[in-house]
């Protein structure tokens, strides 16, 4: 078992922690989520199928239309929310997004999280200090 | 962050509980950003969200018809249910789900004329303007060079950002509604002289010159260069407005871009120095015959050439662009097959009754519509498989929020396919 501290900007306040979802690709609010059930659906995507509902999801930003921010609130309703948005890229629709999606929210890593968390890894973010803390699990390749 | 004594008393709840949660939410909406403080803003447009059926099904079913509960939730965040006072800044409404007089045309069912009924009512009495438009800058919002906005709509954004200088980032349901109850927006984003420099180059080496033209080089160059500031250069000649609100909004959909600079075209570049400001290109992108096609290749979503719908006026459209479609339908018949509906503003629409236009279209079989949208608003005539637009916009998203397969081509190809039936369109 590894651990492994980032320091960032906190974005949204509060503390949680969860198994990571991890992504390279921008995520769409509008026409890229299934807002009831936090799956991703937009037909070119990664995780297309998969769902970030309790999990922390660790991803480069927002893209799309400029309602991502209600796309978002409406998954937090749904009960289908993240746990955790780990990010790398502000823009309004992002931050505005993660303010509605009230969950713990960081950005600005010392270090690429894109390149440190990978999915699986048990994540805890707190959204007061800006601290992210990774626990990687024994891989038993070795890796 | 910094916020000023004014500020602060309004987030006590000096001007009452509204205007406090507003300014919360904006604060920290602000923190989010990383911004310093916020700024002033008298020109707000944005969406009220709740007309179309199943938003609000997030509240309590004896609050649905409520729309101080309705807006405290779905555009303010606010779990309790706030008593919303008028607006304090000059407020714009964005699209509606319906056209006001033409919703049994558009297939509107009764509930969502019954929601839209009442945020209607909810914007009277609030004092938001009830434009319905995408395009709020054709229809009397002019904003003035440098003055700080909160507009929503993307491909508004782009075009005041752009051609006219004015000082907006691309909000959000929730940050448009905030702004209009404290006259407040983070500093941040492209308020700021800095951030509205030139990043990335592109060398126009190919005469741009119809309409779908420039939406192709908008789309392709979107798709590149996503969030940063590209700077055009190669463009001979001052395009027009309509060519112009075509190419922002493709380059707002494919990606992400909010400000452009033509060099010796758009108001803050006057020379290709000053539109990048000291920064370096950090890409230079050619674009030519190739890019242009390949852009056009990326719109292959139909394959039938039975067209059932023609959609015209995304962003909506101009009197110049309505003028051009009516002398098209002159003395014409559309196929018993195809619909062709052209979306405007409403007071666009009141010159086109007056010039004739309407009547033209309603000759024809087609229809002048105002507030709404097809992709947005979802309207469409019934039974549609294929559509066809002059839209690179309007085409990204029929296919997503639709499910038409669209045809993309020059605003003459697509009133020959409604007259025809057929599409025999493409890139000339």
Request: negative net charge.
């Amino acid at each position: 078992m590894t651990v492994i501290i980032l320091k960032g900007r906190p974005v949204v306040e509060g503390v949680a922690e969860g198994e990571a979802l991890v992504t390279r690709q921008t995520i769409s609010g509008f026409g890229g989520i299934n807002n009831q059930t936090g799956e991703i659906t937009e037909v070119r995507h990664e995780l297309r199928g998969k769902s970030f509902k309790g999990k922390v999801l660790v991803f480069p930003g927002a893209k799309g239309s400029s309602g991502w921010a209600s796309h978002f609130q409406t998954v937090r309703l749904a009960g289908a929310a993240p746990a955790a948005m780990i990010f790398n890229i502000t823009t309004t629709k992002m931050a505005l997004g993660a303010v509605v999606t009230r969950v713990p929210a960081v950005t600005d890593l010392d270090q690429d999280p894109l390149d440190v968390i990978e999915t699986g890894d048990w994540v805890k973010v707190d959204g007061n200090t800006g601290t992210v803390t990774i626990t990687k699990p024994d891989r038993k390749d070795g890796a | 962050m910094f916020l000023t004594d004014e500020e602060k008393a309004v987030l006590d709840g000096s001007e009452g509980e509204a205007r406090a949660h507003a300014m919360d939410l904006m604060v920290r909406y602000a923190k989010a950003l990383g911004a310093e403080r916020l700024v002033e803003t008298n020109n707000v447009c944005g969406g009220v969200v709740g007309s179309l059926p199943g938003r609000r099904d997030v509240l309590p079913e004896d609050k649905r018809h409520d729309m101080n509960a309705v807006y405290s939730l779905l555009n303010l965040d606010s779990d309790k249910t706030l008593d919303i006072p008028p607006v304090k800044t000059n407020t714009y409404r964005l699209i509606e789900a319906m056209d006001a007089d033409l919703y049994d045309v558009q297939g509107v069912g009764e509930e969502t004329q019954r929601l839209v009924r009442e945020t209607t009512a909810f914007c009277q009495k609030s004092g938001y303007q009830l434009c319905n438009t995408c395009t709020p800058y054709q229809v009397g919002n002019v904003p003035l060079f440098g003055e700080h906005c909160a507009w929503m709509e993307s491909s508004a954004v782009i075009y005041i950002n752009s051609l006219i200088g004015a000082r907006s980032n691309v909000e959000g349901a929730h940050s448009t509604a905030a702004a209009s109850l404290i006259g407040k927006i983070p500093y941040w984003g492209y308020h700021i002289p800095e951030n509205r420099r030139g990043t990335h180059l592109v060398e126009v080496e190919y005469p741009i010159d119809n309409m779908l033209d420039w939406g192709l080089m908008g789309y392709y160059v979107g798709e590149k260069v996503q969030e940063n500031v590209p700077v055009f250069t190669g463009i001979s000649g001052v395009p027009n407005a309509n060519k112009l609100k075509h190419f922002g909004a493709s380059m707002a959909s494919s990606g992400g871009v909010e400000m452009y600079h033509i060099v010796g075209v758009t108001p803050e570049a006057p020379t290709r120095d000053v539109a990048f400001g000291g920064n370096r290109a950090q890409e230079t992108i050619r674009f030519g015959r190739a890019e242009l096609e390949e852009a056009y290749s990326w719109f292959s979503t139909a394959k039938d050439t039975d067209v059932d719908f023609v959609v015209l006026g995304c962003p909506h459209g101009s009197l110049e662009q309505v003028r051009l479609v009516a002398g098209l339908l002159e003395g014409k018949r559309l196929s018993a097959n195809t619909d062709l509906w052209m979306f405007i503003p409403r007071s666009i629409k009141a010159i086109a009754d007056r010039m004739g236009y309407t009547d033209t279209f309603r000759k024809a079989g087609a229809y002048l519509m105002t507030d709404s949208c097809a992709a947005l608003s979802k309207v469409s005539p019934k039974d549609v498989k294929t559509a066809a637009t002059d839209s690179c916009k309007q085409a990204h998203y029929l296919p997503a929020t639709m499910g038409f397969g669209t045809w993309l081509g020059s605003t003459e190809q697509c009133v020959n396919a409604a007259i025809s039936g057929k599409w025999t369109g493409g890139l000339e």
